[in-house]
DNA sequence: GTATACCTGTGACTTTTGTTACAAGCCTAT
DNA sequence: ATAGGCTTGTAACAAAAGTCACAGGTATAC
């Protein structure tokens, strides 16, 4: 994708605000397995993913735990906030497919926040959307047992009824351990709630 | 406190801004107990809370999360964020100190957003605030155990090195039960990290 | 093919957290 | 002073999650 066809995919008005942006940004390409945002790292653009798929986490000394995707057309949340304060990213953001970036220098972000009020809209439905994701993320995992909150995750994200995923990824993007994934998932195989394959899962619900 | 006092602490530089605030706000004035937002009903105004202080959190059947505290002049994000997009509540809030509260209906938030450069600002630190706050919260949560996650939350609300909460309270705040709790501080105090009292906890370390 | 890295299964055990049940202490209002 | 409600302690047990150790399967690259 270009930028232009980027910039004309999102809900922007302003003939001056679509110039500003193909001034002002550039585009970047990344492998699977480059890091995009490092934690402890300071954040000097914007990015937003144009195709491809970004991990975005927080890691301990021995687990992970996701904090969303990015898919194409989506927007780092957490490099949005640091464009309105000079700050340390406190996530890892690693490449999971082969993608590219389109990088805004903070400041822009921040001054066209007040000039161009499509911008305005973008960020503040950005903001209000990811809160209001990480609201609902926190008091399932607050409340909900891990074998729950696996059999969700794993509906939230079938194609098909089929989720390509090893046990090791969805241990990273759920905050535990593979084996405990494993036994969980054969529990679930039991009960005849799913079947299990080679980096393959089917569900054996509907939603 | 009234409206105008607090407008003034508001960092608020527009005259205009300052009168509509006055003309379009109301002040509401609070119990201990009261429920200002409840689950699942729609929110129709910003809250802003002028003294006192309010507990938002989330339960489900038999367990209460915190999200936050707001404390005086503190606004409530979740409300903020509802001014954009029509929605209901998916947390209750509740009364913990009587409390004033400024009510500002969810239309002007929302057009104000553009209008006025400085309370373009006020919402967009509010939610980038609130946002890494909820962030760390939701690792704290994923990684640390209920132990430390208690003794680090009582250093953090400790005034004097005392904290003032039954365990009860803490329990509603960790997202866990009373017993738990107890169990936990004891081994606290056996380790001789903290001294239990009647609603009272004396922390032996300083911060 | 075969080496290598990833992937899955699983038993045994530990730790953490939740549940149930009950006893007793403290505080406040009448 | 006493009743009722909140507060704390605690044992015993159950369930959930994490850890360790090892075995064997699968896929891919060379």
Same mark, same amino acid.
């Given at each position: ?13 302003? %003939? ?181 394959? %080679? ?9």
């Amino acid at each position: 994708m270009t930028t232009i066809e980027f910039i004309n995919k999102l809900p922007i008005l302003e %003939q001056e605000l679509k110039e500003a942006l193909l001034e002002h940004s550039n585009i970047s390409r990344h492998e699977k397995g480059d890091f995009i945002i490092k934690n402890n790292e300071y954040i000097k653009v914007l990015k937003i993913v144009l195709d491809g798929k970004v991990r975005v986490y927080q890691a301990n000394e021995d687990r992970e735990i996701l904090i969303y995707y990015l898919n194409a057309m989506e927007t780092c949340t957490l490099s949005l906030s640091a464009c309105f304060e000079d700050c340390k990213s406190t996530v890892n953001a690693i490449v999971e497919e082969n993608c590219s970036i389109l990088n805004i220098p903070v400041r822009f972000v921040r001054d066209w926040n007040f000039k161009y009020k499509s911008w305005n809209t973008f960020t503040t439905n950005t903001f209000r959307e990811s809160y209001n994701h990480l609201i609902n993320q926190y008091s399932t995992l607050a409340f909900q047992p891990l074998k729950d909150r696996l059999f969700d995750y794993l509906t939230s994200k079938a194609s098909n009824g089929i989720v390509k995923k090893s046990h090791q990824e969805l241990a990273r993007e759920l905050g535990t351990t593979r084996e405990v994934i494993s036994r969980l998932l054969k529990n679930l195989e039991k009960s005849n709630r799913l079947i299990l394959g %080679q980096r393959e899962i089917i569900l054996l619900e509907k939603k």
